[in-house]
Structures are given as C-alpha cells and as structure tokens.
C-alpha cells in the first residue's frame, strides 16, 4: 500500500511538472508568435505615422522653392502674394501653419494670423545655419494643440540661406485615425514626453523624472507620471506589468522602433493574457489527460491485481477439480454406458411405439369397417336383389319383343352396379394405408365418400342428414384417406351419441375460407369433459355398449395435427355436441 502510494505520489508530481514545461513552452512559443505579429503591427503603425508627417515635410520642401516666397525673403516679392500662396497649401493639406521666417528670425509672411520674431527658436538652427531640414515637437501653451514642426531653409539665387519656411501639422488630426486600434501605441520624443498614442490616458505622461530642458519646450503643459511598471525578461523579450487603468493590459509585451526622421521613438504594448489564457488551457489538458490516463493505469492495475488474485484461485481449484475429476472419471464412464444402452432401449421402443401407433390406426378404421358392415352389406344387398329382378324382367320384355322396355332395365342395372363400384373403392381406399404425403384434398369429395360409407347405417339408426354440398370445391392441405378416417370418426361418434334419443339430426357444413373450417354436429348427449375428449383411451359410451377402445378421437386428433390443423369439440347451447376441424388452405385457392 506504501509502496502505490508513493508511486502515486512520483507520477503527480512529474505529471505537474510535465505540465508546467508544457505551459512554459506553450507560453514562450505563443510570446514569439505574438512580438512578432506586434512587431509587425507597431511598424505599420509607425509607418502610418511617418507617411502621413513625411507630407508635410515635403511640402517645406517645396514650399521652399516656390518663387514668391523666395523673392520675399529676398527683399524683393509682394508679402500678399506670399501669404496667398501659403493660405491656399494650408487649405488644401489641412496643415496647422506655415510661415515663411527670414535669415534673422523674423516672420515675413504666414497662413494665419501669426506675426513675430522667432530668432532663437531651436528649430530654425538647422535650416539657417547648416541648410538642413529641422524638425520639432512642441505643445503650443495657449491652445494645448500638439504639433510638429519642419523647417525647411531657403536658398538664394546665389547660393546662401536667405529664410525658411516652416510647416506645422497637428498631430491629433493624424492620430484620430488610428486611436480605436486594440494594441496599445504610444510615441515619444527625445524627452521621454508620450507626444501621440491611440491611449488617451497615455498622453503628455513621462518616465522617470523630467530631464533638463522640458519646461523650454512643453510651457506650461501639466506631465503626468507614467504608470508603475514592473519589467521583466522572459525569452528575450521585455514584458511589463503595470496598472494604468481598464484600457491598458496589466501584462503587456513591450515592443519599441526609432523613428529617427520624426525625431521620435514608437512603442507598442500587446497584450499577453490570451497567450497565458492559451498556455494555461494547454497545461490543463495535459493534466486532465495525464490524471485520466493514470487513473485508467490504477483501474487496469487494480483489475490485473483482481484477475491475478483470482487466476491464482481457480488454479487451485482446478487443481481440486481436477483430483475430483480423476475420481469420477470411472463412475461417469460406467453411467455413460448405461446410458447408451438405455438411449439404445428407449430407440428400440420408441420405433415399436411408432408402429404400434400406425396399427392402431388401421386398427380403428377396420373397426370402424367392422361396425359398418352390417349397412354395407344391406347397400350391397339391395343393388344386388334388384339387378337379379331387372335382368329378370330384361329377358321377359325381349322374349316379348319389346327392346325399349329392357333397354330400360338394362340402363337400371347399369346404374346399380355404378353404385356399387362407388361403394367398394370408397370401402376399399378407407381401408388402405396411406403414406404421409400433405397436398390438396377437395372436402366435399371427402365427405362425399364417407356419407356413401355411412348411408346405411344412418337409415338403419334413423338419423336425419343435413348436408348442403357446396357449389365449388373447398380445398385445403390434408391427405384424403387420412381425412376421410377423421370424417368417419366424427360421424360415427355423432351416430352413437343419439342412439335411444329424438330427434337424431347429423348437420355437417364446409366453410371455405383461411381457415378452412368443417363442422360435424349432433344432438346427441354432448361431451361430459370436453378437455379430455381427445385423451387416449377416454371414452363417454358405457362399458360393453361399444366395441371402441376410446381411441377415435385422439387418432383423429394426431392426425390433424399432422396436417398443421386444429380439431376442437363443444357441447351445443341446444343440446348435442359440435366438433369443429381447420385446416389451413391450399395456396392456390388462398391466393383468390
């Protein structure tokens, strides 16, 4: 137990230590991404910057060649037509001011309402003694408007300086374009002073402490402090952390570029929380992963332990098994013996069963045969006494010479014998054995056949027949000998179930259909059990009233059963008894 706890213990710390250097990596990796896509950034926002001042550069530049303010500075232009000239520039590039300063300082013509001297300013050094482009920042005390300054020198025919023309552009106006972007950019001059930034609550904030000289050029300007910051290396790159308000990140990575025509330096802080955010999901993954894998590890090692523990036990019991095994092999064997020469045995009876079965089928059409001989041998009788008469008085009516009258006998004596012949195929199929072959049986003809059987008898025992032979063959699956012993049972049941009562009526009726149904009813004394009625051996006739065995019924009800049928039998609400046979139809006639 020990032991898996300090193992638990090792794999969570090096599972956290894992992934603490995949959120350094994660973390570093994005740093770089992001100071480089900052980089990118800050340099198109310097650009930006530097493309829109360097206009107004270039329009000292040309400014300083154009004809009226060089014949001004030079003692000889129209000062109206200087300031013209400079008016309608200012118009058109929306600069703040542009004056034309002569060699001594003094302004000679302007865009607006200025006048004065400048001699001394720090921006007309360049321009007036090196003949060099000066450039300058400032905050005007009166307006608070920040701007920058070019000065561009003015050269004489002859070649020396004669003035300069300087052009101030505003920068707020510039700045106004950029201020909604989501990096923080910030620019600052030489002084530290954050000149122009797209942060509101960044501008006129300094560094450190005020350097010598910042008063001269900023009069009466209020500097703020910049914000605490915290700076720190990570990679190679500088982050800061500050609290400068809602609008400023609190890690940012800070990003500088000098921008030397401008004569300051830009300065970008990115925002470094989504990447902290982006690391620390990725750590978090590998935790999650790495506490779900080990747990996985611990189930899988409990349930290896588990399935040791029991292999180790059904080992040993295997091998108790196995003595037991050993011991009953000899008492098994000698049961499998027996075993097989009962399994012999009971094929043996069970084939003899199966025969006897087949007999005993027979067995019951033969008595049926034998207690339907009396009216069968009265149907044969009686053809038989009138064929003798007809041939009798055949001979009689050709001896007279009258050749219809036996024609006529003889048509008579055609007929019984016809009759006859019905009488003893019909006999004679009953009595035959017929294989176990199912195909279509018309029941009509079935019933046909077993009411020729039965006709005598019926008249002997009184027996009123209704029977209605159906206008088309009803046909279903069944083997017609098979069938006409199950007819035959039912009728002859039927008979002795009326025997001593009134009226004795035998109904039979076919009802096509799916299934084909027939029914056999009596009124007779009904079923006294009708759930035993097709037992073996269960009989309602008293002992030594009948020859039957009580075997009819379970006889027919086997072989119904063999057809796929069904055979039930009620008591009817009126007295008697209703024994009911379907049978499924034949496919042909199924489908009409």
């Given at each position: 137990m020990v032991t898996r706890f300090r193992a638990t213990l090792l794999y969570l710390v090096a599972l956290v230590s894992f992934a603490a250097g995949v959120w350094?990596?994660?973390?570093?990796?994005?740093?770089?991404?992001?100071?480089?896509?900052?980089?990118?950034?800050?340099?198109?926002?310097?650009?930006?910057?530097?493309?829109?001042?360097?206009?107004?550069?270039?329009?000292?530049?040309?400014?300083?060649?154009?004809?009226?303010?060089?014949?001004?500075?030079?003692?000889?232009?129209?000062?109206?037509?200087?300031?013209?000239?400079?008016?309608?520039?200012?118009?058109?590039?929306?600069?703040?001011?542009?004056?034309?300063?002569?060699?001594?300082?003094?302004?000679?013509?302007?865009?607006?309402?200025?006048?004065?001297?400048?001699?001394?300013?720090?921006?007309?050094?360049?321009?007036?003694?090196?003949?060099?482009?000066?450039?300058?920042?400032?905050?005007?005390?009166?307006?608070?408007?920040?701007?920058?300054?070019?000065?561009?020198?003015?050269?004489?025919?002859?070649?020396?300086?004669?003035?300069?023309?300087?052009?101030?552009?505003?920068?707020?106006?510039?700045?106004?374009?950029?201020?909604?972007?989501?990096?923080?950019?910030?620019?600052?001059?030489?002084?530290?002073?954050?000149?122009s930034s797209n942060r509101l609550e960044l501008l006129f904030r300094v560094r450190g402490e005020p350097t010598p000289g910042i008063e001269a050029r900023y009069r009466g300007v209020d500097f703020l402090p910049f914000p605490d910051v915290q700076s720190f290396y990570v990679a190679g790159l500088e982050l800061w952390r500050l609290d400068a308000g809602r609008y400023l990140p609190r890690l940012a990575l800070h990003l500088t570029q000098p921008l030397p025509v401008i004569e300051m330096t830009g300065e970008a802080l990115v925002d470094v929380a989504p990447s902290l955010r982006l690391?620390?999901?990725?750590?978090?993954?590998?935790?999650?992963?790495?506490?779900?894998?080990?747990?996985?590890?611990?189930?899988?090692?409990?349930?290896?332990?588990?399935?040791?523990?029991?292999?180790?036990?059904?080992?040993?019991?295997?091998?108790?098994?196995?003595?037991?095994?050993?011991?009953?092999?000899?008492?098994?064997?000698?049961?499998?013996?027996?075993?097989?020469?009962?399994?012999?045995?009971?094929?043996?009876?069970?084939?003899?069963?199966?025969?006897?079965?087949?007999?005993?089928?027979?067995?019951?059409?033969?008595?049926?045969?034998?207690q339907m001989s009396a009216g069968i041998s009265h149907e044969l009788n009686q053809p038989l006494m009138a064929i003798s008469s007809f041939a009798e008085n055949g001979a009689a009516f050709l001896e007279?010479?009258?050749?219809?009258?036996?024609?006529?006998?003889?048509?008579?004596?055609?007929?019984?014998?016809?009759?006859?012949?019905?009488?003893?195929?019909?006999?004679?199929?009953?009595?035959?054995q017929e294989v176990g072959e199912v195909r279509p049986v018309d029941l009509g003809n079935v019933v046909e056949a077993v009411l020729e059987l039965s006709e005598g008898r019926m008249k002997r025992e009184g027996v009123e027949l209704e029977w209605a032979p159906p206008p088309q063959p009803v046909v279903a699956m069944g083997g017609e000998v098979r069938l006409q012993q199950v007819v035959m049972n039912l009728i002859s049941n039927a008979i002795d179930a009326m025997e001593g009562r009134s009226p004795k009526r035998l109904t039979i009726g076919l009802e096509p259909g799916t299934p084909v149904r027939l029914r056999v009813a009596d009124t007779g004394c009904g079923i006294d059990a009708p759930d035993r009625i097709f037992d073996p051996f269960y009989s309602t006739k008293e002992v030594g009233h009948s020859e039957g065995m009580g075997l009819g019924l379970s006889i027919s009800y086997g072989i119904v059963k063999s057809f796929g049928g069904v055979i039930r039998g009620a008591n009817r609400t009126g007295g008697g008894a209703e024994f009911t046979v379907e049978l499924s139809p034949c496919e042909q006639e199924a489908a009409a």
């Amino acid at each position: 137990m020990v032991t898996r706890f300090r193992a638990t213990l090792l794999y969570l710390v090096a599972l956290v230590s894992f992934a603490a250097g995949v959120w350094w990596f994660a973390f570093t990796s994005d740093l770089r991404g992001l100071a480089a896509r900052g980089e990118a950034d800050l340099s198109l926002a310097s650009g930006r910057l530097v493309g829109q001042l360097q206009q107004f550069r270039e329009l000292s530049v040309l400014l300083a060649d154009h004809p009226a303010l060089t014949e001004l500075l030079a003692g000889q232009g129209n000062v109206q037509a200087a300031e013209r000239v400079l008016l309608r520039a200012a118009d058109k590039t929306g600069t703040l001011e542009i004056l034309a300063v002569s060699r001594t300082g003094l302004v000679m013509a302007a865009s607006g309402p200025h006048r004065g001297d400048l001699g001394g300013a720090p921006y007309l050094r360049r321009p007036l003694e090196d003949g060099a482009l000066g450039t300058y920042n400032a905050v005007n005390p009166e307006t608070g408007i920040r701007s920058v300054t070019f000065a561009a020198p003015v050269f004489s025919p002859a070649g020396p300086v004669i003035g300069a023309v300087l052009v101030r552009a505003r920068i707020g106006a510039i700045e106004a374009e950029w201020r909604g972007d989501a990096m923080t950019v910030a620019f600052t001059d030489d002084f530290g002073v954050v000149l122009s930034s797209n942060r509101l609550e960044l501008l006129f904030r300094v560094r450190g402490e005020p350097t010598p000289g910042i008063e001269a050029r900023y009069r009466g300007v209020d500097f703020l402090p910049f914000p605490d910051v915290q700076s720190f290396y990570v990679a190679g790159l500088e982050l800061w952390r500050l609290d400068a308000g809602r609008y400023l990140p609190r890690l940012a990575l800070h990003l500088t570029q000098p921008l030397p025509v401008i004569e300051m330096t830009g300065e970008a802080l990115v925002d470094v929380a989504p990447s902290l955010r982006l690391a620390a999901w990725q750590a978090l993954v590998v935790l999650a992963l790495g506490l779900v894998a080990g747990a996985l590890f611990l189930i899988l090692a409990d349930r290896r332990r588990a399935l040791a523990e029991r292999l180790a036990m059904e080992a040993e019991a295997n091998v108790v098994l196995e003595k037991r095994v050993k011991e009953r092999t000899g008492e098994l064997s000698a049961t499998n013996a027996a075993l097989r020469r009962e399994v012999e045995e009971r094929r043996t009876a069970e084939a003899a069963l199966k025969k006897a079965q087949a007999d005993l089928v027979q067995a019951g059409k033969l008595s049926a045969l034998g207690q339907m001989s009396a009216g069968i041998s009265h149907e044969l009788n009686q053809p038989l006494m009138a064929i003798s008469s007809f041939a009798e008085n055949g001979a009689a009516f050709l001896e007279r010479e009258r050749p219809e009258k036996a024609a006529e006998n003889l048509g008579k004596i055609s007929e019984l014998a016809g009759r006859m012949g019905r009488i003893i195929r019909n006999l004679r199929a009953f009595a035959r054995q017929e294989v176990g072959e199912v195909r279509p049986v018309d029941l009509g003809n079935v019933v046909e056949a077993v009411l020729e059987l039965s006709e005598g008898r019926m008249k002997r025992e009184g027996v009123e027949l209704e029977w209605a032979p159906p206008p088309q063959p009803v046909v279903a699956m069944g083997g017609e000998v098979r069938l006409q012993q199950v007819v035959m049972n039912l009728i002859s049941n039927a008979i002795d179930a009326m025997e001593g009562r009134s009226p004795k009526r035998l109904t039979i009726g076919l009802e096509p259909g799916t299934p084909v149904r027939l029914r056999v009813a009596d009124t007779g004394c009904g079923i006294d059990a009708p759930d035993r009625i097709f037992d073996p051996f269960y009989s309602t006739k008293e002992v030594g009233h009948s020859e039957g065995m009580g075997l009819g019924l379970s006889i027919s009800y086997g072989i119904v059963k063999s057809f796929g049928g069904v055979i039930r039998g009620a008591n009817r609400t009126g007295g008697g008894a209703e024994f009911t046979v379907e049978l499924s139809p034949c496919e042909q006639e199924a489908a009409a």
